[in-house]
């Protein structure tokens, strides 16, 4: 066997082999990232094993006796097992009958392959100059597969062969990922002299893989504006294309979603003059995504189905699972959730065949936007959380907390308010502007005034567009709704009011149908809800959680949270009688109680008007009387029949001002008739003032409280599911 750097390897693996012709057999685990050269030594084991006389096994289906198994791709306990792994074999038992078996993963191992020095990859890239071996080393980490790759699209015959590997190398990275290696290639070709024309296009991908690193904002500019410069002064229309493309993802500013619509059609117009259909679906694809900002989702589709087909024309896989992926999202925002989960399984797929890095986040995405609006949004929290230690910086947190406040954890999800706030305000790049409305969404939940406001200011530049995250790999709703939901929290209804209905107005007219559910729901005009609760029925979506209503006691104020309308009550007995009573819908308190604030004290019952004995002997005579009537009818005797009947009315007065409601004895309390009058008058109080400051909450409370001896809440219609008091 001869490979290079791996001496160490071969050794060991020609003893497993050794032992497996004398009949002892073993077991060798060989770990390694992809492209080691795993795959290399189990090949060259094979061969060693054959020049032995040991027959081979890659199958997972092992004969007895000595011979070499070998396992590729195995799960180990830090690493997942290959998709094609065998399992199921019991490598113990085959050792001990004499096989030597091979295994390789990605986890940890006896033997751990290391990346190739510079010069031993030199060995493995006969011919190559130093400067191009030195940039394979830089890009692929010294590890022989990525270089070997590498060195494949190194153009020997060009003016620079370093500058076109890093303008060629393709990233290994996820979006918001950094590859160190392929950025320590870029700076290594940027220092060299190039002409003008490549000069400013290694300058711009330097600056657009530096986008994962949210320091590198300063870097960033600096480059991206040196390469426009350069670019421009060399009159390269390809060069000028590649670098507005780079500078649009380098300085993803969301604010510029205006001027990204006029440069991606400057972008498509130089890349066709220059005939790089690369770069001009890139610019079809920056206008998909401005037109998706701007809230023209019609246009934004047709921009869509434009860079499809280009994709399809230029035999671009990746660009076509990026189309694909897109249509999911619009049909996501629709309300279309069965094609929805049928394209993720087509993005998954057609992903994977394609080598796109982002499949798994894409397809994520989309698969946790959907648990969102099933109502399982505790299920994705977790992961939200993981991807924000993975990539901090870059706000995973703020999702995860919108997250929280959909699975009802509202105290957790405001505690991550708290911490996040200043970052993300202080923030920028392609998750700013969602990063920002996922905050809103909790603020708007139980933030406190200032962060209210502060995100209130934030967003109020983005008003009647969309929030799109990134490449739009995800739309999550009108700006308008989350400064409706904002301006309630602070307690301005009508500002509110006007917000809320601009987003009405934007979901119906994009048939956003979930959304508009749950700007209804927050809305709460008459009728509203049960819109809603109807829409949410037909798309089997969860409806929002804003059937609740909230009279909250806050120092000597009281907070009044109903949908839209917010308001401040300065504590005044009348709110306390009707806390009591929306604590207990349906049930009957007496005034006494009401006014004692619960089960309590009782002024003393006056005597009974008319005792037992009393009322029985009245009606005694009524029965007497009636006999009597009847008696008299039968006999002709007029004038005797209207002696009784006039005797029997007024019998029956007496009863009646003795007694109340259901004949019950009447007793004259001077205590529950003052408690009856004051109880009314301070929540008729409470309510006139509820007019001005929350009227639809004041005229579903008119329809609902019952006044009297005893009062009730009873709710009527255009009211909440339920009201959260204290």
Known sequence: MTLFGRRREIVAIERLLDRAKDGTGGILVIGGPPGSGKTALADAAAAAARLRGLPVDRTGNPGRGPSLLVLDGVATPDAPAAPDAPAGLDREKLAAGGAAVLVTTTGAGDLTLAPLSEAELGWLLPGRTAAVVHAIWLASGGLPGPALGLAAIVAEDEADAVAGLALRAPSRAEFLHLDVALLRLVEFAAARPLPPPVRARVLIRWARELLGDPSAGPRRRELAAE????????????????????????????????????????????????????????????????????????????????????????????????????????????????????????????????????????????????????????EHVATLQQMARRLPGHFYEATAARLLVEAGRDAEAVLELDRLLPAVLAGSGPRWLGAVADLAFVAARGGDAEAVRMLYDALTPYRGRLVVWGGANMITGPVDDLLGRLAARLGRSAEALGHLDRAVAQEERLGALPWLCATLTARDRPGDRERARSLASRLGIAVAHGDEWRLLRDGDEWSLEAGAERARLKDVRGLHYLRLLLAAPGREIPALDLVAGGAGLRAPAGDAMLDVAARTAYRHRLSTIDQQVDEADRAGDVDRAGELAAERAALVGQLLSATGLGGRPRRPSAEAERARVNATRALSAVLTRLETAAPLVAGHLRASLRTGSHFRYQPASGGPQRWRVS
């Open 227 to 378: 390469a426009l410069r350069t670019a421009r002064d060399s009159g390269d229309p390809r060069a000028l294309a590649e670098v507005l493309d780079g500078r649009l993802h380098a300085l993803w500013e969301p604010v510029a979603a205006a001027e990204r619509l006029s440069t991606a059609s400057e972008i498509v117009k130089l890349a066709r003059q220059a005939g790089d259909a690369g770069v001009e679906l890139r610019g079809l694809f920056w206008r998909f995504t401005a037109l998706a900002e701007l809230g023209d989702l019609d246009a934004a589709e047709a921009a869509l189905v434009t860079y499809a087909r280009t994709a399809e024309l230029a035999g671009d896989a990746q660009a076509a699972v990026m189309a694909l992926s897109r249509q999911a999202v619009l049909a996501l925002v629709r309300g279309r959730l069965e094609l929805v989960e049928t394209l993720t399984e087509e993005v998954a797929d057609a992903g994977r065949r394609a080598g796109l890095a982002d499949t798994g986040r894409l397809t994520a995405s989309l698969s946790g936007a959907l648990a969102v609006l099933r109502g399982r949004a505790a």
